[in-house]
C-alpha cells in the first residue's frame, strides 16, 4: 500500500461520512445554457409509503444529477490554482441546480443484496435532468477568517486552527492530504457541536481540547522528505447532519488510506446554494526530521 501521510487526532477511534444532501429544482431561466443527463435514484421502502419513497428516490436522482454534471472536473489543485491567482476560492466550488426533469421509468424494485445474501425493496426512478451550473452569488457578507499557527511544518509539529465566521454557521474542517484524499477534523468525537456565532474566534485544539488529551500532529509520509497538504474549512448558514463511515478521522497517528476523496466531497458541495455556504483554503508544508 502507498505510504499516507498521518494526521495525529488523540481520540477515540471514529468515522464519519458528510453527506450534504441539497437538491434543487426550479423554473428555466430564458436563454441560459444547462446540460442533459440520464440518471437513476432509489429510496428503500422501509417503514415510509410508497408515495415518500418516490419522493425520495427523485431528490437522489437530482442530487446525482447535479454531481454528474458540475462536480465532474473540480479537484483540490483546481482550489489551490484558484486561490493563488486571486486570493479566493469563491465560485470555483460552483452551485448546480436541476431547473427541468422528465421521468424515464419509475416503479418499486427488488435489489439483491451480495453481501448479505438477502434482497430488499426500493423505490427506483430513472430521469433525465437539465443542470445548470452557477458561479456567482455568494453572500459577500458571509465570510471566514481563517489561519493556521504557522504555514510551515516539521515532522511531529503541533497545529492550531483558527477560525472566524463573519455570521452564524456551522463549521467542518478537513485536511486534504497530498493524494487529495480527505480527512475529517471538525466535527469530531469530542466536538460534536460545530456551530459558530457570528465574529466568535474558535481555536482548534483549544487550551481546553488539550486539556484533555487532544492535539493535532502533522507527519511527513514514509519515505518523503516533504509534502504540502491543505486545511478546508467549509462553513454552512444550516445544520447538516454527518452520518459515519465515508470521511475517515486522523486517529492517534494510524490513518489506513480508507477514505474519500477531495471530489467526493465537491460533489455534495455542489448543491449548495453559493449565497449558504462560506470555504477557505490553507496550504501548509511538512518537513521530515533529518536524522
Same mark, same amino acid.
Given at each position: 500500500?502507498?505510504?499516507?501521510?498521518?494526521?495525529?487526532?488523540?481520540?477515540?477511534?471514529?468515522?464519519?461520512?458528510?453527506?450534504?444532501?441539497?437538491?434543487?429544482?426550479?423554473?428555466?431561466?430564458?436563454?441560459?445554457?444547462?446540460?442533459?443527463?440520464?440518471?437513476?435514484?432509489?429510496?428503500?421502502?422501509?417503514?415510509?409509503?410508497?408515495?415518500?419513497?418516490?419522493?425520495?428516490?427523485?431528490?437522489?436522482?437530482?442530487?446525482?444529477?447535479?454531481?454528474?454534471?458540475?462536480?465532474?472536473?473540480?479537484?483540490?489543485?483546481?482550489?489551490?490554482?484558484?486561490?493563488?491567482?486571486?486570493?479566493?476560492?469563491?465560485?470555483?466550488?460552483?452551485?448546480?441546480?436541476?431547473?427541468?426533469?422528465?421521468?424515464?421509468?419509475?416503479?418499486?424494485?427488488?435489489?439483491?443484496?451480495?453481501?448479505?445474501?438477502?434482497?430488499?425493496?426500493?423505490?427506483?426512478?430513472?430521469?433525465?435532468?437539465?443542470?445548470?451550473?452557477?458561479?456567482?452569488?455568494?453572500?459577500?457578507?458571509?465570510?471566514? #477568517?481563517?489561519?493556521?499557527?504557522?504555514?510551515?511544518?516539521?515532522?511531529?509539529?503541533?497545529?492550531?486552527?483558527?477560525?472566524?465566521?463573519?455570521?452564524?454557521?456551522?463549521?467542518?474542517?478537513?485536511?486534504?492530504?497530498?493524494?487529495?484524499?480527505?480527512?475529517?477534523?471538525?466535527?469530531? #468525537?469530542?466536538?460534536?457541536?460545530?456551530?459558530?456565532?457570528?465574529?466568535?474566534?474558535?481555536?482548534?485544539?483549544?487550551?481546553?481540547?488539550?486539556?484533555?488529551?487532544?492535539?493535532?500532529?502533522?507527519?511527513?509520509?514514509?519515505?518523503?522528505?516533504?509534502?504540502?497538504?491543505?486545511?478546508?474549512?467549509?462553513?454552512?448558514?444550516?445544520?447538516?447532519?454527518?452520518?459515519?463511515?465515508?470521511?475517515?478521522?486522523?486517529?492517534?497517528?494510524?490513518?489506513?488510506?480508507?477514505?474519500?476523496?477531495?471530489?467526493?466531497?465537491?460533489?455534495?458541495?455542489?448543491?449548495?446554494?453559493?449565497?449558504?455556504?462560506?470555504?477557505?483554503?490553507?496550504?501548509?508544508?511538512?518537513?521530515?526530521?533529518?536524522?
Amino acid at each position: 500500500m502507498p505510504a499516507q501521510t498521518i494526521v495525529k487526532l488523540a481520540v477515540s477511534s471514529v468515522s464519519w461520512i458528510l453527506v450534504l444532501q441539497f437538491a434543487f429544482l426550479v423554473p428555466l431561466p430564458l436563454a441560459q445554457d444547462v446540460t442533459w443527463v440520464t440518471v437513476e435514484g432509489t429510496a428503500p421502502m422501509e417503514d415510509i409509503s410508497k408515495e415518500e419513497a418516490r419522493t425520495r428516490s427523485v431528490e437522489d436522482a437530482t442530487r446525482r444529477a447535479v454531481e454528474k454534471v458540475v462536480g465532474a472536473n473540480i479537484s483540490a489543485e483546481t482550489l489551490i490554482v484558484n486561490l493563488r491567482l486571486s486570493g479566493s476560492i469563491l465560485g470555483a466550488i460552483p452551485y448546480g441546480r436541476v431547473v427541468d426533469r422528465k421521468i424515464v421509468e419509475e416503479g418499486v424494485v427488488n435489489i439483491h443484496d451480495e453481501k448479505h445474501d438477502g434482497s430488499s425493496v426500493v423505490y427506483k426512478v430513472k430521469m433525465k435532468a437539465a443542470v445548470a451550473e452557477e458561479t456567482t452569488g455568494a453572500d459577500p457578507d458571509f465570510k471566514l #477568517q481563517a489561519s493556521l499557527n504557522r504555514s510551515s511544518f516539521n515532522d511531529g509539529d503541533e497545529m492550531v486552527i483558527r477560525i472566524k465566521p463573519k455570521k452564524d454557521c456551522h463549521v467542518s474542517v478537513f485536511t486534504i492530504l497530498e493524494d487529495e484524499k480527505i480527512v475529517r477534523l471538525i466535527p469530531n #468525537q469530542l466536538k460534536p457541536d460545530n456551530s459558530l456565532k457570528a465574529n466568535e474566534t474558535f481555536f482548534f485544539p483549544d487550551e481546553n481540547d488539550k486539556g484533555k488529551g487532544l492535539r493535532l500532529r502533522v507527519h511527513t509520509p514514509e519515505g518523503k522528505d516533504a509534502v504540502t497538504e491543505t486545511i478546508y474549512v467549509l462553513g454552512l448558514k444550516q445544520p447538516i447532519d454527518f452520518n459515519a463511515g465515508k470521511f475517515q478521522e486522523g486517529i492517534y497517528g494510524i490513518y489506513n488510506g480508507q477514505t474519500a476523496f477531495m471530489n467526493d466531497l465537491i460533489k455534495e458541495i455542489v448543491g449548495i446554494p453559493l449565497s449558504e455556504r462560506a470555504e477557505q483554503l490553507m496550504p501548509y508544508q511538512i518537513t521530515a526530521k533529518r536524522k
